[in-house]
């Protein structure tokens, strides 16, 4: 994807320490852990259950098993560039691995529309156990496609897994199975951290994840809580709209972002993301906002009217792109500051009822919390327009 923020969230790829695994800053303990994570590379296979054996209506899915290791994201896109069809739902059981490859490989489940869930897959001639013994994996990598059986009790997701999963547009986690959190390790850990904030908050979930993640030692891990899962909206369900979240990027960037989840009106098992970003343009001394949207499989070719409800100004930011839907646009301080008086903003999308059935929606994105933020965003955009301040 060539989007605004998915470009963003790859390109500050690099910036993040590879590790993401429990460790301390010894230099013997990080290699014994990243020979760990070799030796159990995560390994994605094409499994075929009974009917409904992954839902309803759901026979086939793909399993991810294992570490992610240093090719995961690459091995992961390979893997979906030879399936015939990309809507199957993926199962993770990892305890972590590499957080670069996670999020590398959470950016191809949004880009693909895909949901996630946790779960261990047992191919025929495998033994449930955990972990998997070395004959299952190899037996795995034997082949790409297997008959399996999916196991939610004992399956869980930890560290960077989460990562992985929360950029899936629809998530699941059985109450058989487990997310696990812990801290992350590196002497930049301050600047990941504030990555994965915005990276999470664009995949519609809440910043607060990574601040739980972060009190926890590293050598140990923590269960998320059903109530955590709800409040963050890692599990989607209903609507979840993200507290405003200032992002302080490494090149003097200072970004306000929000996202809202929701189900569509097309199936009652999918989910759409709306993400919108204020900061001030590069050229000229006025709030930028951007606004994000990711279409459904049915809806990515065909051109919604956008309108902006901002205070009193409605403003009309029509734009077609294939997969999703960005516009930006600039806004005048008194806007702003007249929709945080009311309270929030609307952006809506009109489709053209000739062609499609799908009715308009509007999207409201509360500005609680936005006022002490704007007037940093305010002063940021004098300092560009005036240096000398």
């Given at each position: 994807m060539t989007r605004e923020f998915t470009r963003?969230?790859?390109?500050?790829?690099?910036?993040?320490?590879?590790?993401?695994?429990?460790?301390?800053?010894?230099?013997?303990e990080i290699e014994r852990l990243l020979a760990k994570v070799r030796n159990e590379p995560i390994i994605f296979i094409l499994a075929t259950g009974e009917p409904n054996a992954c839902g309803r209506g759901c026979s086939e899915w793909i399993a991810g098993e294992g570490q992610f290791d240093e090719s995961a994201a690459q091995r992961f896109r390979d893997f979906l560039a030879a399936l015939p069809k990309r809507d199957l739902p993926i199962f993770f059981n990892s305890d972590g691995g590499l957080l670069r490859e996670a999020v590398q490989i959470g950016s191809l489940l949004r880009e693909n529309r895909m949901s996630a869930s946790v779960a261990r897959t047992v191919?025929?001639?495998?033994?449930?156990?955990?972990?998997?013994?070395?004959?299952?994996?190899?037996?795995?990598?034997?082949?790409?496609?297997?008959?399996?059986?999916?196991?939610?009790g004992g399956a869980r997701c930890g560290s960077a897994c989460v990562y992985a999963m929360v950029g899936a547009s629809t998530r699941h986690v059985d109450p058989g199975a487990t997310l696990r959190i812990h801290s992350g390790v590196g002497r930049e850990l301050d600047r990941t951290e504030n990555f994965l904030r915005r990276?999470?908050?664009?995949?519609?979930?809440?910043?607060?994840?990574?601040?739980?993640?972060?009190?926890?030692p590293?050598?140990?891990?923590?269960?998320?809580?059903?109530?955590?899962?709800?409040?963050?909206?890692?599990?989607?369900?209903?609507v979840h709209e993200t507290p405003w979240f200032v992002y302080n990027g490494p090149a003097g960037e200072f970004i306000l972002l929000k996202s809202v989840t929701y189900p569509t009106e097309e199936t009652g098992?999918?989910?759409?993301?709306?993400?919108?970003?204020?900061?001030?343009?590069?050229?000229?001394?006025?709030?930028?906002?951007?606004?994000?949207?990711?279409?459904?499989?049915?809806?990515?070719?065909?051109?919604?009217?956008?309108?902006?409800?901002?205070?009193?100004?409605?403003?009309?930011?029509?734009?077609?792109?294939?997969?999703?839907?960005?516009?930006?646009?600039?806004?005048?301080?008194?806007q702003l500051q007249r929709?945080?008086?009311?309270?929030?903003?609307?952006?809506?999308?009109?489709?053209?009822?000739?062609?499609?059935?799908?009715?308009?929606?509007?999207?409201?994105?509360?500005?609680v919390g936005l006022s002490t933020n704007s007037v940093a965003l305010e002063a940021k955009c004098r300092s560009k327009s005036d240096p000398a301040q």
């Open positions: 963003l969230v790859v390109a500050a790829l690099c910036c993040i320490p590879a590790i993401s695994i429990a460790a301390s800053d010894d230099p013997k191919p025929e001639g495998c033994h449930l156990g955990t972990p998997i013994g070395d004959a299952c994996r190899r037996l795995m990598q034997s082949k790409r496609d297997h008959k399996a059986k999916l196991y939610f990276y999470v908050t664009v995949m519609g979930v809440d910043p607060d994840l990574v601040d739980a993640a972060a009190k926890i590293s050598r140990s891990f923590r269960g998320l809580s059903r109530g955590e899962m709800e409040r963050f909206g890692i599990e989607t369900r209903g098992d999918e989910y759409r993301t709306r993400t919108v970003g204020l900061a001030c343009s590069s050229l000229h001394p006025n709030i930028r906002v951007t606004y994000h949207s990711g279409l459904t499989g049915k809806q990515g070719r065909i051109p919604p009217r956008i309108l902006a409800k901002i205070g009193d100004s409605l403003i009309d930011l029509t734009t077609l792109q294939v997969d999703s839907v960005e516009k930006s646009f600039t806004l005048e301080p008194q929709a945080i008086a009311i309270g929030s903003f609307e952006i809506t999308e009109i489709f053209d009822q000739s062609i499609t059935k799908k009715p308009s929606r509007a999207v409201s994105f509360s500005t």
